[in-house]
């Protein structure tokens, strides 16, 4: 048996956890797959997170993606950094920088079984700004020269692919050369927030070639977290797993202990269990009824019967989902243009899924709510610094550090 079918069929264990520890951010990201902002109440304390690690290290969780939100506003979270460690189980975590300052990054240093992601969505700061918010720009390179000055060994950049990066590969590459880091390019997902803007966001047809044609030419130590094996059918299959492993290798613990299949599929539809349920997290790992399906063998659907097939199966499934396609058929983004009849025949209508976990900071979703209408985004010169970040501070509630 391939590897690859060992992966379908699940395992004891995952192999990529990803763990939400906040959804308070100070950031407000206009694709944000988790529509983060606010810190729920309901979050998992100290005492819980701490449990869930062990738990982890009983069933030998080599490391753990921790993300957000923000995770380092959580007042414990290098607590929880340390505690991790001690037990063995490694941590990668994703940041906007804001909390790296020459200390912490002098700390994180001298720690063992610890990597960092720098979020950065564009080479300049107009274009990263635009999405994540002014001045996030300068805090990613402030969080950067830090590590560097610090002698933290290749941190990595983490950069989300859209309509307005693309062209600024060779600068990314640069970025990251200069500061001793390592590039990782992600997909953009119509996920959260992401939902309002992968219309006006998600790469062209023509991009998706130049980009699989840079990979092929310059990735070779460029990371793609397994996002773009709907790629492969132009040719030459892309380094990675090149399958979805939603509820096989891969899942998602939310702050409030939710347990999902994907972390891109935030939706009850894909929601398998909470830790704090008995049994924890192995329980709901081995044995929930959602993962069983998912480790069931997959049919393909309309996808079988292309060439290509068994270089991209059929894509990625959240991505059709919160397109409104079936799951069972072509990725929206098929290189093939196999998807394209199914987007086009969509009545504005259609109720499109949406997750119903939002901790936005701005109002309630207006009329584009399970509708299609796009949100316009352009590029223009970032708008001045606003004298506050938001209205309501991403940290209420929180004890201060």
Known sequence: MKLTEHFQYGLNSPICLTWELTYACNLACVHCLSSSGRRDPRELSTEECKAVVDELQRMQVFYVNIGGGEPTVRPDFWELLDYSVDHNVGVKFSTNGIKLDKKRAAQLASSDYVDIQISLDGATADVNDHVRGPGSYATAMRALENLAEAGFGQPKISVVMTRQNVDQLDEFKAISDKFGAQLRITRLRPSGRGADVWDELHPTAAQQRQLYDWLVARGSDVLTGDSFFHL????????????????????LIDPVGDVYACPFAIHEQFLAGNVRSPGGFQEVWQNSELFTELRQPQTG?????CGHYD????????AKFFTGLPLDGPDPECVLGNADAALAARSDSL??????????????RNSRVNRREPVPISIAPPPRRPD????????????TP
């Open 232 to 251: 492969s059918a132009y040719g030459e299959a892309l380094p990675g797993l090149n399958l979805c492993g939603a509820g096989r290798v891969v899942c």
């Open 301 to 305: 659907g309309a996808c079988r019967s």
């Open 311 to 318: 270089a991209c199966q059929g894509g990625c499934m959240a």
């Open 351 to 364: 109720e499109v899924p949406r997750s119903d976990v939002d901790h936005s900071r701005s109002a309630p």
């Open 388 to 399: 506050r970040a938001c209205n309501e501070s991403p940290l209420a509630g929180l004890p």
